[in-house]
């Protein structure tokens, strides 16, 4: 478990840039051995998409003097654009995370500040770490009707100036480092002319809404988890079971005495293909007392990308004619109807009944999209694994 973003701990920068994404929904495995270079990559690339910056520039270079200026008082205000979540969304109470305290951030501080002409220095203090980032809103343009661009120059330091004030709600030192983050690549990205700010000590950078990650984003973030032993890069999977990343034959050998034994399970056995249903699951969860309590509203198994994982099958104990199905972390959570699809539901219904209490099972399973799961018949077939002591299959 990663400590909370609110959670005193000063945490290394691994373990932040790992908060800082799951904060966005990009929930690596605990196994990940990514090195800080990739997951700093992984962030770059979060932050364009919740920016849309593809969309914005078309893979241009922003030139912030190019574009028009955001008229005040038509339509939206800078607060309410920049206020792209509905409160809904980050309600709920607990640890909001480091990227929704940033977006709310940017809408109730500096959308407003500038609405109410305050064009002075602001700071955003890390008081554990000595860290500010001093900023100073230098324009306001128009990107289309619901997207304002804030023009910003930026500093960072280590103590305040007698003329510097404002406390950009920060509270916590990963919301702190998202946001330095946030300015130093969209700075790289920007085409101003940075011979300015050689002058003022200020570099020029800016702020646009930043929008929660689609499903898809966060599927395609979560495919490269790294190589499973050593963290480097890793376009091949276990060509057996497609679920484990190495990145050469080397690291996938040396893995072979832990790994083979869900491998191989994974290499037998029979996918049973089920569609999962997703109305009415109150009244189910109501029946069968699960405490599930939020129910996800994507309902989509997130952050798996092709690779399997462990979901669990629950038999409703009262009509033996649904079963509940999720997974660990709780990304989805659906029903499977015997009477949507008679004879795989008696299949899967065999395999629960092997399970803890003829109830309960947890299988290996791939999501292939339109509320479609695909889940071994088999978990543990513990035969098959001590004669095998190098692995047989190639990577792919
Ligand atoms: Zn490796
Ligand atoms: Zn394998």
Same mark, same amino acid.
Request: with cysteine.
């Given at each position: 478990m990663l400590p909370s973003a609110t959670n005193a701990t000063i945490l290394n920068e691994r373990d932040e840039l790992l908060e800082i994404l799951s904060s966005m929904?990009?929930? @690596? #495995?605990?196994?990940t051995r990514l090195h800080v270079d990739a997951l700093q990559e992984h962030l770059t690339k979060a932050l364009d998409r919740s920016q849309r910056h593809a969309e914005l520039f078309q893979h241009r270079r922003p030139n912030v003097g190019s574009f028009e200026p955001w008229i005040?008082?038509?339509?939206?205000?800078v607060k309410e654009a920049m206020i792209?979540?509905? @409160?809904q969304e980050i309600a709920g109470g607990g640890d909001i995370g480091s990227f929704n305290e940033l977006r709310i951030m940017l809408s109730e501080s500096i959308g407003m500040a500038y609405e109410l002409g305050m064009a002075s220095i602001f700071v955003s203090e890390d008081s554990e770490r000595d860290r500010l980032i001093k900023l100073k809103v230098t324009g306001l343009y128009k990107m289309d009707d619901d997207t304002p661009l804030i023009a910003v120059e930026y500093k960072l330091g280590n103590a305040k100036d007698d003329d510097e004030e404002g406390n950009?709600? @920060?509270?916590s030192p990963g919301g702190h480092t998202v946001f330095r983050k946030l300015l130093e690549i969209n700075a790289t990205h920007s085409?101003?002319?940075?011979?300015r700010s050689s002058i003022t000590g200020m570099t020029p950078s800016y702020l646009l809404p930043l929008h929660p990650l689609n499903h898809r984003d966060i599927g395609s973030l979560c495919k490269?988890?790294?190589?499973?032993? *050593?963290?480097? #890069?890793?376009?091949?999977? *276990?060509?057996?079971?497609?679920s484990i990343p190495y990145c050469g034959a080397a690291c996938q050998r040396s893995d072979w005495q832990r790994h083979k034994t869900s491998c191989l399970a994974l290499d037998t056995g029979i996918w049973i293909r089920t569609k999962y249903s997703t109305t009415n699951l109150q009244g189910m969860l109501n029946r069968t007392s699960q405490a599930v309590e939020n129910i996800p509203q994507e309902n989509e198994p997130a952050g798996y990308g092709d690779n399997s994982f462990i979901v669990k099958l629950q038999l409703s #104990?009262?009509?033996?004619?649904s079963m509940l199905v999720y997974d660990r972390k709780r990304s989805f959570v659906g029903q499977i109807l015997r009477s949507n699809d008679h004879e795989n539901f008696e299949r899967l219904q065999r395999v629960v009944s092997t399970g803890h209490l003829g109830l309960k099972i947890y299988l290996w399973s791939k999501y292939v999209g339109d509320h479609t799961l695909v889940s071994k018949e088999?978990?543990?077939?513990?035969?098959?694994?001590?004669? @095998?002591?190098?692995?047989?299959n190639e990577i792919a």
């Open positions: 929904g990009v929930k @690596l #495995p605990a196994s005040m008082g038509s339509g939206k205000t792209s979540y509905n @409160l950009l709600m @920060l509270n085409s101003e002319d940075r011979s490269d988890v790294g190589c499973i032993i *050593c963290g480097s #890069p890793s376009a091949a999977h *276990c060509s057996r079971c497609r #104990p009262v009509d033996g004619n088999k978990k543990k077939p513990n035969i098959y694994t001590d004669h @095998l002591t190098q692995p047989d």
